[in-house]
């Protein structure tokens, strides 16, 4: 917004709030289009998308609790929408979103240790998150059907 | 002195790092993490054995005080820890100082009205509907 001193302002444009004088050299790196996407960076973009996913699915279960806490007809609707083809595809997504969260939050707590950083770990580590994902999704959401209907 | 400066010679001179609150952040998150670990495999648990319940069941489910205080406890760990990551995201792609602040004050607003209400809902619920 502020005018700068045109000697100054034929250098690099200033990062917001500090002139150019200040500017350190920074190494920079090539943004995401050049990159391939190698397994550890779908994992790490996926466990923000999850956890978006998740955030979305709390406030239908505050929905489902409180149409619980206030009439038998307001619960008969939740009922009725995760009954629904459209609720039990988001009930599906959520099932898995919820175990890979889970899966990948763990071993984010055990680089949080300080363990598992090198390559071959982090590319196995996320094939195990991954697998154990699928295989919980699908074992708990068998189990559920199995519940309903057994 | 051969390698390459990282920070800028102001933020050399003061030494104070980046001002803002990473640190008491990051611990909040793992800590609200560990929590759910447990919290959120109980309550997969019982959501899948609830399948399909009615109200009536579900009343009787959250009698009991295990299974309130454990969901009222998931529901304060899941929207704090909801509300830190979400805060994040925001930080990260939110285009200017304003958007960020009114995104990260609605979000945190937004997950204590919904930990509120889902935390009284099983109060009624637990307390006889």
Known sequence: MHKLHPELAQKEAPVSGFSPMTQAERPLSPHLQIYKWPLTMATSIAHRATGLALSAGAVFLVWWLVAAASSEAAFADAQWFFGSWLGLIFLFGWCWSFFYHLCNGIRHLVWDAGHGYDLQTAYRSSQLVLAASVVLTLVAFIAGVMVRHG | ?????????????????????????????????????????????????????????????????????????????????????????????????????????????LALLLAVAGIFAVLKLAFGG
Do not use: N
Not at chain 2, 17 to 33: D, I, L
Not at chain 2, 60 to 76: C, E, K, Q, R, Y
């Open chain 2, 1 to 109: 002195m051969s390698e390459k400066q990282l920070r800028s010679p102001l933020g050399r001179a003061l030494g104070l790092g980046s001002a803002k609150e990473g640190v008491a952040h990051w611990w909040a998150q793992r800590v609200s993490a560990v929590a759910l670990v447990p919290l959120g495999i109980w309550f997969c648990a019982s959501l899948v054995s609830l399948a399909g319940a009615d109200r009536l069941t579900l009343m009787a489910w959250l009698h009991g005080p295990v299974a309130a205080v454990l969901m009222i406890l998931t529901l304060g760990a899941l929207f704090y820890h909801a509300s830190l990551g979400l805060q994040v995201v925001i930080e990260d792609y939110a285009p200017g100082e304003g958007t960020k602040l009114v995104g990260i004050v609605f979000v945190k607003l």
